[in-house]
Nanobody
Framework: QVLLAESGGGSVQAGGSLRLSCVAS?????????????MAWFRQAPGMEREGVAS???????TYAASVKGRATISRHNFQNTLYLQLDSLKPEDTAMYYC??????????????????WGHGTQVTVSS
C-alpha cells in the first residue's frame, strides 16, 4: 500500500504561484522508490468533476491538461519520494482541492481519474481575483 500526503496549498492572488508537494510512503516506495509508480495531480472544484492536471510516468514522461499547459510543472524528487506541482500565473478558475494519485500500471489515459486506484486526501488551492 502506498500512502500519499499532499501539502502546499493556500490562498493566493491571481498571477501568483504555489508549489504543491505529495510525499509517498509505504513498502513499495521503500523498496523501489517513487520512480516505480505512475503519479498524477488532479483537482476538483465544488460541484465539478475531478479533472486531471498533470501526470508523470515511470520513465519520466509528463502529460498536462490543456487548461494548465505552460503554467504548471510536474516533477519528482526520487530520493525524497516526493511529487511536486509548480503552479504559476494562477487564475481564479484554478481554485479547487488538489489531489495526488498513484498507480502501479497504466493502460488508460494518464489524466483519467479511473486510471488511479490510490489517492491522497487533498490540499486546497484558492485563487482570488
Amino acid at each position: 500500500q502506498v500512502l500519499l500526503a499532499e501539502s502546499g496549498g493556500g490562498s493566493v492572488q491571481a498571477g501568483g504561484s504555489l508549489r504543491l508537494s505529495c510525499v509517498a510512503s509505504g513498502n513499495t516506495i521503500n523498496m523501489f522508490g517513487i520512480s516505480a509508480i505512475y503519479m498524477a495531480w488532479f483537482r476538483q472544484a465544488p460541484g465539478m468533476e475531478r479533472e486531471g492536471v498533470a501526470s508523470i510516468a515511470r520513465d519520466g514522461t509528463t502529460t498536462y491538461a490543456a487548461s494548465v499547459k505552460g503554467r504548471a510543472t510536474i516533477s519528482r524528487h526520487n530520493f525524497q519520494n516526493t511529487l511536486y506541482l509548480q503552479l504559476d500565473s494562477l487564475k481564479p478558475e484554478d481554485t479547487a482541492m488538489y489531489y495526488c494519485a498513484e498507480a502501479r500500471s497504466m493502460s488508460a489515459p494518464p489524466l483519467l481519474p479511473a486510471s488511479y486506484p490510490n489517492w491522497g486526501h487533498g490540499t486546497q488551492v484558492t485563487v482570488s481575483s
